[in-house]
């Protein structure tokens, strides 16, 4: 029997994806949509986490294991990569947004638009 | 130690190893900062050629790092190791980046002097390098990921490097939050054919999509791909962070971020023809790509006709560029079959891919003697420029080459490739040949402008003389690569691009 519960993981993903999305889209704040992009990136690890579970699986440790399923290492790892990289990303971007305010003396995203002119 | 069998490794992991030496070392004198810099970019260069030359003359190999043998088909390997794929599509793409990489790094010496914390722009700029060197040699998604991100963060540093500016932040803003996000799906991609596949390695997978064609993940995953590479690669409904980052970048920074995009390029081909191979429905696939080139080819020559900034001028007319490419290969995989790519479809590919090496290198020409101009002049609006040619007369003649290479005047190295387009699409349909000679058309009336603007005219005395020999020295070395590829088009095509096209496995 798959039981129906195996699928909600994927359920939040989608929502947390939705809800960055719908913050880097539509709000001003530059901070918050840094936020969405955080809040899609948790989405995401959930997605990669919930990708690699298997069921009745054991841990791929090779010396002196049971003559079991063993799950593939492999999405925690990229998991694992996915979350370093978002730490240097989320504060690389906050680094950028503090220097925007020094030099604009604000961080709404209508009003940063120097490049433009 | 046998050396040519390490060079894909070496040709990222010298990058990575002086870009961390660098800012140890370089504590120690200028000069010896200099000359570590001056060694990484040499030694990349020199392994790429090395690369280049087994694979042209021996042929490819598959790298697998931590593997006593090199051995792509033990399944045992193929599941847990990292793979690098030497072959001959990685030898023009990484003969693309290093010679661009090369003309940047001599050009920075003489640029960037004076510059505070130079230690860490040439840190950054050997990341980046490093970082675009293992996105195009990479043999699976999870070093694709990693390396697309390494890519991101240093040239995102790169551009936001002159941070005393608030425009150089805001572009580097803009790009790393448009990367950032395209790291992301590209992540739900990677996940979506792992979730169905069980694998990450390219050759593996692209087995698993043969065995089951019709699948919709696939599909998804492959539209998700096209999306995040589409926007690095900045064609058109994603390309507005390019010409920010490329005119708010430090000078020779700028070919840098152009060639990360043209590097995202090679991974798009690499990822659809390794990977998809001709599972992907090339007719739909084909339309799409035709669709992104007109539009970029379109709209970047467009925007570029009402600019008045040089830098930014220039960085539209790349973004045409582009365009260019993605038509091309659009229109190869239009006459996709099973046999492979037949008729118009070869002279379509071969003009797409000639034109990606072609196009880095001119265009790395014409934004380093636009940058020269800045730097001589400090100034970047062409209506105060003016009379440059007087005092400036090798940033002129290199300048002037770079403009009609992009504008595609033959005898020029830009004419051949565009030449191979237009006979190719016009055989595919004769409106998208008339598109190209029209966008061809406009690019020369805007090179003429920029260039009538700010070097001919009676002199204003707007700079005391040529640029220092440092700057003149790297556009020299990239001219001198441009005229090779003018006088002997033929052999470039014959020698390094129809590997390329073979390495994809579209031509037997």
């Given at each position: 029997?798959?039981?129906?519960?195996?699928?909600?993981?994927?359920?939040?993903?989608?929502?947390?994806?939705?809800?960055?999305?719908?913050?880097?889209?539509?709000?001003?704040?530059?901070?918050?949509?840094?936020?969405?992009?955080?809040?899609?990136?948790?989405?995401?690890?959930?997605?990669?986490?919930?990708?690699?579970?298997?069921?009745?699986?054991?841990?791929?440790?090779?010396?002196?294991?049971?003559?079991?399923?063993m799950v593939m290492p492999t999405p925690h790892a990229l998991t694992l990569t996915s979350i370093v990289i978002g730490l240097a990303t989320t504060a690389l971007l906050l680094s950028f947004v503090m220097m925007i305010k020094r030099h604009y003396g604000t961080i709404d995203a209508d009003k940063v638009r120097r490049c433009r002119e | 130690m046998n050396f040519v069998e390490h060079a894909p490794t070496l040709i990222l992991g010298l990058p990575l190893l002086f870009a961390f030496l660098i800012p140890l070392l370089g504590r120690i004198s200028k000069d010896m900062r200099d000359i570590l810099f001056l060694m990484g970019l040499l030694l990349t260069g020199l392994f790429v050629g090395i690369m280049a030359y087994e694979v042209l003359t021996v042929g490819g190999w598959t790298y697998v790092f931590g593997a006593s043998t090199s051995e792509p088909t033990n399944p045992i390997t193929s599941y847990f190791r990292i793979t690098f794929v030497a072959d001959g599509f990685s030898v023009l793409a990484?003969?693309?980046?290093?010679?661009?990489?090369?003309?940047?790094?001599?050009?920075?010496?003489?640029?960037?002097?004076?510059?505070?914390?130079?230690?860490?722009?040439?840190?950054?700029?050997?990341?980046?390098?490093?970082?675009?060197?293992?996105?195009?040699?990479?043999?699976?998604?999870?070093?694709?990921?990693?390396?697309?991100?390494?890519?991101?963060?240093?040239?995102?540093?790169?551009?936001?490097?002159?941070?005393?500016?608030?425009?150089?932040?805001?572009?580097?803003?803009?790009?790393m939050i448009l990367s950032v996000l395209g790291g992301l799906f590209l992540l739900i991609s990677i996940g979506l054919l792992y979730g169905q596949y069980g694998v990450v390695n390219y050759k593996l997978l692209s087995d698993g999509i043969a065995?089951?064609?019709?699948?919709?993940?696939?599909?998804?995953?492959?539209?998700?791909?096209?999306?995040?590479?589409?926007?690095?690669a900045s064609t058109v409904p994603m390309h507005m962070w390019a010409p920010d980052a490329y005119s708010e970048s430090p000078g020779p920074a700028t070919p840098l971020i152009a060639i990360t995009s043209l590097g995202s390029l090679f991974v798009l081909f690499r990822l659809t023809f390794g990977v998809y191979g001709v599972n992907m429905g090339p007719g739909v696939i084909g339309t799409i790509l035709i669709i992104l080139g007109v539009l970029s080819m379109f709209i970047g020559v467009s925007m570029a006709l009402v600019q008045s900034d040089l830098k930014r001028l220039i960085a539209y007319l790349s973004v045409s560029q582009v365009g260019y490419m993605t038509m091309a290969v659009g229109v190869a995989l239009t006459t996709w079959?099973?046999?492979?790519?037949?008729?118009?479809?070869?002279?379509?590919?071969?003009?797409?891919?000639?034109?990606?090496?072609?196009?880095?290198?001119?265009?790395?020409?014409?934004?380093?003697?636009?940058?020269?101009v800045i730097h001589a002049t400090g100034k970047r609006d062409l209506n105060e420029l003016g009379g440059l040619a007087h005092k400036m007369p090798y940033t002129t003649v290199f300048f002037l080459l770079g403009a009609l290479s992009i504008a595609g005047i033959p005898p020029l190295s830009g004419f051949s490739s565009k030449l191979l387009i237009y006979q190719s699409v016009y055989l595919y349909h004769p409106i998208l040949a008339i598109i190209a000679l029209v966008v061809s058309i406009v690019t020369l009336a805007v090179i003429c402008k920029a260039f009538f603007n700010a070097f001919l005219g009676p002199d204003q005395g707007q700079t005391k003389g040529e640029v220092p020999k440092g700057m003149l020295i790297a556009m020299g070395l990239l001219t001198v690569v441009l005229i090779i590829f003018t006088l002997f088009p033929h052999y470039v095509v014959a020698e390094i691009v129809v590997p390329a096209i073979r390495a994809l496995g579209v031509i037997p």
């Open positions: 029997m798959i039981s129906w519960f195996l699928h909600l993981p994927f359920l939040v993903v989608g929502i947390l994806v939705a809800i960055g999305l719908y913050t880097v889209l539509f709000k001003n704040n530059l901070i918050k949509i840094i936020m969405g992009i955080a809040i899609i990136q948790n989405g995401v690890n959930l997605f990669l986490i919930s990708l690699a579970y298997r069921k009745d699986g054991v841990a791929p440790i090779w010396t002196s294991a049971p003559d079991e399923f | 990484t003969l693309t980046i290093a010679l661009v990489a090369l003309g940047a790094g001599l050009f920075s010496f003489d640029y960037m002097a004076g510059h505070a914390a130079l230690d860490k722009f040439y840190s950054l700029f050997l990341l980046t390098l490093a970082g675009v060197n293992g996105m195009v040699l990479t043999g699976d998604l999870f070093n694709l990921f990693v390396w697309f991100e390494v890519t991101s963060i240093a040239s995102c540093g790169l551009i936001a490097f002159t941070n005393y500016r608030g425009k150089s932040v805001e572009a580097a803003l803009k790009y065995g089951s064609p019709g699948l919709f993940v696939n599909k998804l995953a492959l539209g998700i791909l096209l999306l995040v590479f589409g926007m690095k079959t099973a046999e492979g790519i037949n008729g118009y479809g070869i002279m379509a590919m071969e003009g797409g891919l000639f034109h990606m090496i072609n196009d880095g290198v001119y265009k790395a020409l014409l934004f380093l003697a636009a940058i020269a």
